[in-house]
C-alpha cells in the first residue's frame, strides 16, 4: 500500500506487535504484497489478511511466517472475478435493491491483464503457503461490492478447493485452523463438550465434495435452532426489521475515560471520505485543565471536491439500535478549533449517509458551548424526525483542499 496511507515501518508494527501479545490481543494486517507481508510477518504478526496479489510468494517469506508462527487468511472471495448472479442458494440471503442492481449473467466483460495476473498470484500462493506448512484461514471481506455475508464465506472454502486444498483440508481450514489462528480454540472450531454449540448442518458429503457446503438444513446458535428461511423472509421484506429502542442518558461523554469508550461504554470510531487519497486524521484525549481532558481531533483535507472527516459517538453498543431521545430538546456539548463544523444524527431509518440528519455549528478559536436543538437538524430529503431513531452521533470537519483543521470536543450531552 502507499507510504501515505496505513503501511508502517518494521520498528512501529513490531511495538505494536508487542503491546497487544502482552495484553493477551492477537494482531492481523491488511497485507497484500510480498513487500508487506515479509515486513509484518517480521514484525509477528499472527495473521496475515486479503492476499499476496502482485507475485508469488519466496522461500524467505515462508521461513519467516513459520519462524514467527503467523497464518494466512487470503480472502479470495473478494478478488474473483465477479461475472454474473451468485448461487441460487444465496439469492434469498440479499437485499431486493442489490438483486436489482446486479447485472444479468452473462454480461460481465473479461477481467483486464492486471487483475487476471494478480488472480494468478493469490490462487498461486494459497497452494505454495499451504503445502509450505503455513495454517490458511478462512475469510471473504464480505461486505464488499458482490461479496454476501454467509455465502461468500461458503463459496472461500470453495476457492480454497479450487487452489488445491481438499475438502476436509478446507474445511478444517475454516473451522479448527481458524479458530486457533485466533486463539479461540478453547471455544470454537471443533465439536467437543464445553465449547460453543454453533453447528451448521448440511446434506451431502461435503467433505468430499465441498459444492455439498451450500445444502444447509439445520443451523444452531449457542445450542439453539436458528430458522434461515425467517431470516430470508425479513431480508425480502421490504419492512425494516424492529429492533429494541433504548433509553438515552443525558451525559454521552466528557472524554475522562482512558480506555477510548464514551461514558455510556460505547467506543469512539472515526470516519474519512472515501477514496485512496482520502483525509488522513488522528483522534486522541488531551489535557483541557488540570485533570479534565477533551478530545483532539486533527486531519489534513485531501485534494478532492468537499473532503471532510468525522468522529462518531455510538448512542448503542455497535451503533445498530436506536436510541430513545424524546425526552430531550437537543445536543450540548464544549468546543473550540479551527474548521467547518456539522453536527449529524445517524438514524435506524435513513440508512444513506450521502443525506444524513445534518446542522453545521461555529467553531472558533476560543471555547465555547454549543447547543444544536433537534429541530435544527435537516435532512435533503422530505423527512419527519424521530427523536426515537437515532443510532449515533457524528461531528464531521470539512475544509478546503489540502488545508489543515483541528477540533477539540468535551462534555457531549442531551439538554432538556
Same mark, same amino acid.
Given at each position: 500500500?502507499?507510504?501515505?496511507?496505513?503501511?508502517?515501518?518494521?520498528?512501529?508494527?513490531?511495538?505494536?506487535?508487542?503491546?497487544?501479545?502482552?495484553?493477551?490481543?492477537?494482531?492481523?494486517?491488511?497485507?497484500?504484497?510480498?513487500?508487506?507481508?515479509?515486513?509484518?510477518?517480521?514484525?509477528?504478526?499472527?495473521?496475515?489478511?486479503?492476499?499476496?496479489?502482485?507475485?508469488?510468494?519466496?522461500?524467505?517469506?515462508?521461513?519467516?511466517?513459520?519462524?514467527?508462527?503467523?497464518?494466512?487468511?487470503?480472502?479470495?472471495?473478494?478478488?474473483?472475478?465477479?461475472?454474473?448472479?451468485?448461487?441460487?442458494?444465496?439469492?434469498?440471503?440479499?437485499?431486493?435493491?442489490?438483486?436489482?442492481?446486479?447485472?444479468?449473467?452473462?454480461?460481465?466483460?473479461?477481467?483486464?491483464?492486471?487483475?487476471?495476473?494478480?488472480?494468478?498470484?493469490?490462487?498461486?500462493?494459497?497452494?505454495?503457503?499451504?503445502?509450505?506448512?503455513?495454517?490458511?484461514?478462512?475469510?471473504?471481506?464480505?461486505?464488499?461490492?458482490?461479496?454476501?455475508?454467509?455465502?461468500?464465506?461458503?463459496?472461500?472454502?470453495?476457492?480454497?478447493?479450487?487452489?488445491?486444498?481438499?475438502?476436509?483440508?478446507?474445511?478444517?481450514?475454516?473451522?479448527?485452523?481458524?479458530?486457533?489462528?485466533?486463539?479461540?480454540?478453547?471455544?470454537?472450531?471443533?465439536?467437543?463438550?464445553?465449547?460453543?454449540?454453533?453447528?451448521?448442518?448440511?446434506?451431502?458429503?461435503?467433505?468430499?465434495?465441498?459444492?455439498?457446503?451450500?445444502?444447509?438444513?439445520?443451523?444452531?446458535?449457542?445450542?439453539?435452532?436458528?430458522?434461515?428461511?425467517?431470516?430470508?423472509?425479513?431480508?425480502?421484506?421490504?419492512?425494516?426489521?424492529?429492533?429494541?429502542?433504548?433509553?438515552?442518558?443525558?451525559?454521552?461523554?466528557?472524554?475522562?475515560?482512558?480506555?477510548?469508550?464514551?461514558?455510556?461504554?460505547? %467506543?469512539? #470510531?472515526? &470516519? +474519512?471520505? $472515501?477514496?485512496? !487519497?482520502?483525509?488522513?486524521?488522528?483522534?486522541?484525549?488531551? /489535557?483541557?485543565? =488540570?485533570?479534565?481532558?477533551? %478530545?483532539? #481531533?486533527? &486531519? +489534513?483535507? $485531501?485534494?478532492? !471536491?468537499?473532503?471532510?472527516?468525522?468522529?462518531?459517538?455510538? /448512542?448503542?453498543? =455497535?451503533?445498530?439500535?436506536?436510541?430513545?431521545?424524546?425526552?430531550?430538546?437537543?445536543?450540548?456539548?464544549?468546543?473550540?478549533?479551527?474548521?467547518?463544523?456539522? /453536527?449529524?444524527?445517524?438514524?435506524?431509518?435513513?440508512?444513506?449517509?450521502?443525506?444524513?440528519?445534518?446542522?453545521?455549528?461555529?467553531?472558533?478559536?476560543?471555547?465555547?458551548?454549543?447547543?444544536?436543538?433537534?429541530?435544527?437538524?435537516?435532512?435533503?430529503?422530505?423527512?419527519?424526525?424521530?427523536?426515537?431513531?437515532?443510532?449515533?452521533?457524528?461531528?464531521?470537519?470539512?475544509?478546503?483542499?489540502?488545508?489543515?483543521?483541528?477540533?477539540?470536543?468535551?462534555?457531549?450531552?442531551?439538554?432538556?
Amino acid at each position: 500500500m502507499a507510504a501515505s496511507l496505513t503501511s508502517m515501518n518494521l520498528e512501529t508494527l513490531a511495538a505494536i506487535v508487542e503491546d497487544a501479545h502482552a495484553a493477551n490481543l492477537k494482531v492481523v494486517t491488511h497485507t497484500v504484497t510480498l513487500r508487506g507481508a515479509k515486513l509484518a510477518a517480521r514484525a509477528g504478526v499472527d495473521i496475515l489478511v486479503h492476499g499476496i496479489g502482485d507475485a508469488e510468494v519466496d522461500a524467505e517469506l515462508i521461513e519467516i511466517m513459520k519462524s514467527r508462527g503467523t497464518s494466512y487468511v487470503p480472502t479470495l472471495a473478494v478478488y474473483e472475478f465477479k461475472s454474473g448472479n451468485p448461487a441460487p442458494r444465496a439469492w434469498a440471503l440479499i437485499d431486493p435493491d442489490v438483486r436489482n442492481a446486479l447485472r444479468p449473467a452473462g454480461t460481465a466483460g473479461g477481467a483486464p491483464p492486471e487483475r487476471q495476473a494478480r488472480w494468478r498470484n493469490l490462487t498461486t500462493n494459497v497452494r505454495k503457503l499451504f503445502e509450505a506448512g503455513i495454517a490458511v484461514g478462512v475469510g471473504t471481506d464480505a461486505g464488499m461490492p458482490s461479496t454476501f455475508h454467509g455465502y461468500a464465506t461458503l463459496h472461500e472454502f470453495e476457492l480454497l478447493v479450487q487452489c488445491g486444498l481438499k475438502p476436509m483440508e478446507a474445511l478444517r481450514a475454516g473451522t479448527s485452523v481458524s479458530a486457533r489462528a485466533m486463539g479461540l480454540d478453547a471455544q470454537r472450531g471443533t465439536i467437543a463438550p464445553g465449547k460453543a454449540a454453533d453447528l451448521v448442518l448440511v446434506e451431502g458429503r461435503p467433505d468430499e465434495r465441498i459444492a455439498d457446503l451450500m445444502n444447509t438444513r439445520r443451523v444452531f446458535v449457542n445450542g439453539v435452532p436458528f430458522d434461515p428461511q425467517q431470516l430470508e423472509g425479513a431480508i425480502q421484506s421490504r419492512e425494516q426489521t424492529a429492533l429494541p429502542v433504548r433509553t438515552a442518558e443525558a451525559l454521552v461523554d466528557d472524554m475522562e475515560r482512558t480506555d477510548g469508550r464514551t461514558q455510556i461504554g460505547t %467506543l469512539r #470510531v472515526n &470516519a +474519512t471520505d $472515501a477514496g485512496i !487519497d482520502h483525509s488522513p486524521m488522528l483522534f486522541h484525549r488531551i /489535557l483541557r485543565s =488540570g485533570s479534565d481532558h477533551v %478530545l483532539l #481531533v486533527q &486531519a +489534513t483535507m $485531501a485534494d478532492k !471536491d468537499r473532503p471532510y472527516v468525522r468522529v462518531e459517538f455510538p /448512542l448503542t453498543r =455497535g451503533s445498530i439500535a436506536p436510541a430513545d431521545l424524546s425526552g430531550f430538546t437537543g445536543i450540548q456539548f464544549d468546543v473550540r478549533g479551527e474548521t467547518e463544523a456539522r /453536527l449529524l444524527a445517524a438514524t435506524y431509518t435513513n440508512r444513506t449517509t450521502a443525506d444524513p440528519w445534518a446542522a453545521g455549528f461555529a467553531v472558533t478559536p476560543e471555547w465555547h458551548t454549543v447547543q444544536v436543538p433537534f429541530a435544527e437538524l435537516k435532512r435533503r430529503a422530505a423527512s419527519t424526525w424521530d427523536s426515537r431513531d437515532v443510532r449515533a452521533l457524528l461531528f464531521e470537519l470539512n475544509g478546503p483542499a489540502r488545508a489543515g483543521v483541528w477540533m477539540e470536543l468535551d462534555n457531549v450531552r442531551f439538554y432538556r
